[in-house]
């Protein structure tokens, strides 16, 4: 049995935590023995634990400041924090007898256990879950990596650049289908009174990028014609990066837009609520998305969707045939999209239908891990 140290620095909440949950709850534990190394205590760690797999927190204050600092500052964070915590994990990696590396994020932040595995020669795959081009200090980082996953094929055009062909593969990120069975939408519509209503919603992280700003706007020219429809930004802001939370806030107040646009916060029912919309938007403009799993989602569960143009939507999306896919930062073109499937349910219906036979072709997470086994099999043979 070969063991396989999953490295999560994320905060535990977002995109990356929960597809390592799916990814780690399908491995083969005949085959593997994983651990996960993280820094916080974001409720994915805690279901990861659920599962029996062992979670290692090393606490590390300074992973966001060294992955946004530059010059000379980044290089004092290295003398000063880098340094440390790569002596703790190349001695955990040891200590565990860690055969192969997994980083779960993009380089910059992996850099530390990137760097602890090539001082012990373990072998490193690297998941990327962004879509945009490397900075210097990930370049520098490729020749240390020994295999890469990417999540759309838009992405290879990008890392291809720098990242040799032969490194670089495709696997995009799955879902637990099983998950989706079952779900009801009566406590999230009865407890915001939905009953007649047509709900349109956006879920994921406010950050500037991700699009709610604009989603607001279009709901501001959706509802001149549809008074029934209701509107939901499921999502809080990172940390003290609250500006963008607080731009938002203050449009839907000053459009006196408060009764349509409803900002829920951090909710852990997502999937309920998304069972509960008749449309599911992805409104990003310039966040650089890897896959996005509220889309798949949306699609397991027969909701059509409305996404951007940017690396990864188009690849989950058939266009006229699922959903629909309009220009990022497009306000008219995203109001029509939604008013397009509002006033045509029985459209919506069959769009809804064959997305969610799309979904259970194209992102059964049993699939994707399948392909990573094998991976990783291959590396550690060769």
């Keep these: 049995m070969k063991t396989i140290c999953y490295y999560e620095p994320s905060s535990g909440f977002g995109g990356s935590s929960s597809n390592l949950y799916h990814i780690l709850r ?20 805690e279901r990861i634990r659920s599962l029996g797999v062992e979670v290692i927190k090393i606490p590390y204050a300074g992973m966001d400041a060294f992955n946004c600092a530059g010059g000379l500052k980044l290089i004092r964070l290295g003398f000063t924090a880098l340094n440390p915590l790569v002596r703790r994990l190349t001695a955990l990696l040891k200590e565990k007898s860690v055969d192969l590396v ?9 850099m530390p256990m990137i760097l602890a595995a090539n001082k012990l020669g373990k072998k490193v795959f690297c998941y990327i879950r962004e879509s945009r081009a490397l900075i210097r200090r990930e370049r520098m980082m490729v020749p240390k990596v020994d295999q890469f996953f990417i999540l759309n094929q838009a992405a ?12 670089l593969h495709v696997v995009p990120d799955g879902v637990d289908l099983s998950e989706f069975e079952g779900l009801s ?19 994921g992280r406010i950050v ?15 509802c001149k014609r549809h008074r029934d429809a209701c509107f939901f930004i499921v999502g809080d802001a990172k940390g003290s990066d ?3 939370y607080e731009e938002l806030k203050n449009y839907v107040r000053r459009e006196h837009l408060q009764s349509k646009v409803i900002l829920t916060g951090w909710r852990t029912d997502v999937k309920q609520i998304m069972h509960g ?29 409305v996404a951007t143009d940017i690396p990864g939507p188009p690849e989950i999306i058939d266009h006229d045939r699922t959903g629909y896919i309009v220009p990022p930062g497009d306000v008219d073109a995203l109001a029509a999209a939604i008013r397009r499937l509002l006033d045509d349910p029985e459209l919506a219906r069959q769009m809804g239908e064959r997305g969610r036979q799309r979904a ?7 699939q994707v891990v399948k392909t990573m086994q094998d991976m990783y099999t291959a590396e550690l043979t060769a």
């Design 26 to 45: 399908q491995l083969d534990k005949e085959r593997f023995r994983p651990i996960v190394v993280v820094h916080k205590d974001g409720d994915q760690f």
């Design 102 to 110: 997994h980083i779960n994020t993009n380089i910059s932040l992996g």
């Design 156 to 167: 290879v055009e990008i890392y291809g650049k720098d990242i040799p062909a032969a490194k």
């Design 185 to 203: 939408s009566k406590s999230f519509r009865g407890e915001f009174n939905l009953e007649g209503m047509k709900v349109v919603g956006l879920v």
């Design 208 to 222: 500037e990028g991700k699009g709610q700003l604009e989603f607001a706007q279009a709901a501001k020219h959706v």
């Design 242 to 244: 609250t500006a963008y």
């Design 277 to 305: 919309l008749d449309v599911l938007v992805l409104a990003s403009t310039t966040f650089p998305e890897g896959l996005p799993n509220s889309i798949i989602e949306a699609m397991v569960l027969g909701k059509p969707a």
């Design 360 to 366: 259970a072709e194209r992102f059964d997470v049993r």
